[in-house]
Structure formats: C-alpha cells, structure tokens
C-alpha cells in the first residue's frame, strides 16, 4: 500500500491494516488465540509444561528399558558400562510424583485462585524477537543456576540437605531430571519463569522458552551423547556430555546449558563422549587433578607432622 492511500484512511482502517501485516508466527499464534480461556490462564504454562516433559520422558525411558541390547543406539551411551535398571527408574518416578503431588499441585492451585489471566496480544512476536530474547533468557537462566549450583556445592549445609538428593544418580537417565529436593525445582521453577520475563517476552516467546528449557533440562540427563545432540554442532553448548561429567565429577561443570561460566571461573571439565571415550583433554585434566590431590595430602601431612592439627580440606 503507498503512502497517498494511507492518508486517505482514518485511524481505525490504519490499525486494521497494521494489524494483518504478516507475520511468520501469526498462524501458530491465532491457533493459540482459539483456546484463549485455556491459555490466558496463569496454570497454562505448568499444565504445558508437565505434559510435554511426559511424551518427551516416553522415548528416553523405552531406551534406557528396552534398548540396552540395541547396539546402534548403546554405541552413543556416555557411561556404557552404567545400566539403567527399572528400580532406579521407579524410585525417580515416585519423587517426582510427590514433588508434583504435595508441592507443583497446590503451588498451581495457589496461581490459579491468587493471578489474574494473561494478556494475550493479537500479534504474534517476529521470529527475531523470539530467537534473540530465547538466546537471552536462556543465558540469564544459566548464570542464574550457575551462581545457586556453585553455593549449594560449597555450603556444606545445602549441599547434604538439598542438592545431595539430585546427586545420588551417578550415570545420568532422563527421568532424574526431576529427581530433585522441592527447594531445587521451586528455585529451577522461579528462573525458568522469570527469564523471559525480565525480557517482558511475548507470551508465545515464554512457551518456545519452556520448550527449550525442558529440551536442555532432558538432553543434559538423557546419558547419551548422539550425533544430533545441540552440543555436537553448538560450540557454546554444554549439553548431555557436560552435565554428565558433572555427575561424575561434581565440583565441576555447574552451569546447566552453556560451559562459559565454567571456563571462566575455572570449574570446566572436558567431557567423555560417546562409547566412554575419553578424550586428550579429558585425560590431562584427570592428571592435573590427581597432580592436585596428591599435593594437598603431602601439605596435610607436612601439617601434621609439624603441628599435630589435621587440617580440613575443601
């Protein structure tokens, strides 16, 4: 439409037009506007989120049973000579049932009684918005975990209170993801929903964010390393082999998505691949480390000996 066309029209007709200028996203958007009630809801995004974490739990759990003699798919297992046994799945299964029982229940009932509904917009984001501002919460989730990671390994106290229990799963599988003490996943809960917020995201924005984040949360548990996993092709991306390295190493590798804050705080390490493979740097990171520990304990000793205290060692 030309400018000497606009003029002519009066501001409703302009709004009009301005509203049906295309949008790639508009189409998923409308489909979502048809369910406004269900989706202005302020339980919508729990709801959401609940049932995609589910059928995502599906595949992974039909490896990790079924699949321990499919040889195509075991050659991409991180720790291969780790098995995923149905009574560490059950025992998973049911703390995540109580969690969402006794704390993600009445915390939703609570939202749903104490919120107002959320503002649907009639336009969708441009994908640039989405993109960029997904980059960016994800980035402001991962330092924030990364800083209250970092704390609940060093305070003693919260470490053997809270954050020991995820810990009890040396060899990752999907389903500990959830394995968590409540104050974990009320704190994963209150970051993922406040990232985009900060932003002040588009609504459809904040859904593709907790898409993402429950991809992250799954991918970085799931115990493999395949060849389509996001950090096979994203140099910046942590993924399943960095926090699975965690698990086996666990004063390293804290922040959940990206490794930068570990590499510039020191607490990085190079990751086993697929197979169990250990790659170079992996082993001359183990060999600075046992370097390491071995001088500590001659300094304990040399302590010792000298003064007859036995120092504590962090």
Request: with cysteine; glycine share 4%; net charge positive.
């Amino acid at each position: 439409m030309i400018e000497e066309d606009v003029q002519y029209m009066n501001i409703t007709e302009v709004l009009s037009w301005t509203h049906k200028e295309y949008r790639a996203l508009q189409p998923l958007w409308d489909a979502h506007l048809k369910y406004e009630y269900y989706v202005s809801s302020p339980v919508y995004p729990t709801v959401f989120g609940f049932m995609l974490n589910f059928l995502a739990l599906v595949p992974y759990t039909i490896i990790d049973v079924y699949g321990k003699n499919w040889k195509w798919i075991q050659k991409y297992k991180i720790q291969p000579d780790k098995e995923v046994t149905w009574p560490l799945l059950r025992k998973a299964m049911a703390l995540s049932a109580w969690n969402m029982l006794v704390f993600v229940t009445p915390l939703t009932v609570f939202q749903w009684v104490c919120r107002s509904p959320t503002f649907l917009p009639s336009r969708a984001p441009t994908v640039f918005e989405v993109v960029w501002q997904s980059i960016v919460a994800l980035a402001i989730f991962d330092f924030q975990f990364f800083v209250w990671h970092y704390i609940h390994h060093k305070v003693r106290f919260l470490y053997k209170h809270t954050h020991a229990l995820h810990h009890q799963y040396h060899s990752p599988n999907a389903w500990i993801a959830q394995y968590t003490h409540p104050w974990e996943l009320i704190s994963l809960g209150f970051f993922s929903a406040t990232s985009p917020m900060i932003l002040k995201s588009h609504p459809l924005t904040e859904f593709i964010f907790l898409l993402l984040m429950i991809s992250a949360s799954l991918d970085a548990h799931s115990g493999f390393d395949f060849p389509f996993m996001p950090h096979r092709w994203f140099p910046l991306y942590g993924g399943s082999v960095n926090h699975d390295m965690h698990h086996q190493k666990p004063l390293s590798n804290y922040a959940p998505i990206f490794h930068t804050w570990d590499k510039i705080f020191g607490t990085y390490c190079p990751a086993q691949l697929a197979g169990g493979l250990k790659p170079k740097e992996l082993l001359d990171w183990e060999k600075k480390e046992r370097a390491m520990r071995q001088q500590q304990r001659e300094e304990r000793d040399r302590l010792i000996a000298s003064s007859g205290q036995y120092p504590r060692l962090n």
